[in-house]
């Protein structure tokens, strides 16, 4: 029997600590493109993603981006030709006092 890892829930913060829109995963990396999909960053000009994991005082903090890209030839008939795909990098983890 195997065991899989629980979620964890990640809040999302903006430049002045207030907090809306919780977004889960396993690691914060894949709660951080769950965002980034949501957000208006591009290559260029990457957004600034601050995920404060909930029930610890880590704030993870990423630049992401996303970018518009052909969908796979198998794709299923209801997805559009073109998909949005997000990409992340990590900068820092910060800890609240």
């Known amino acids: 029997m195997t065991v899989i890892a629980d979620k964890r829930y990640f809040v999302l913060q903006d430049e002045n600590g207030n907090e809306h829109g919780v977004f889960t995963g396993k690691q914060p990396r894949q709660a951080a493109l769950k965002a980034a999909n949501r957000g208006d960053g591009t ?38 030709e073109k998909i949005n795909k997000p990409f992340v990098t990590k900068e820092k983890t910060e800890t609240i006092e």
């Open 43 to 80: 290559k260029s000009k990457p957004q600034i993603i601050r995920l404060r994991e909930c029930g610890t005082k880590k704030i993870h903090v990423y630049k992401a981006w996303k970018q518009t890209i052909k969908a796979p030839k198998n794709r299923p008939s209801w997805m559009s």
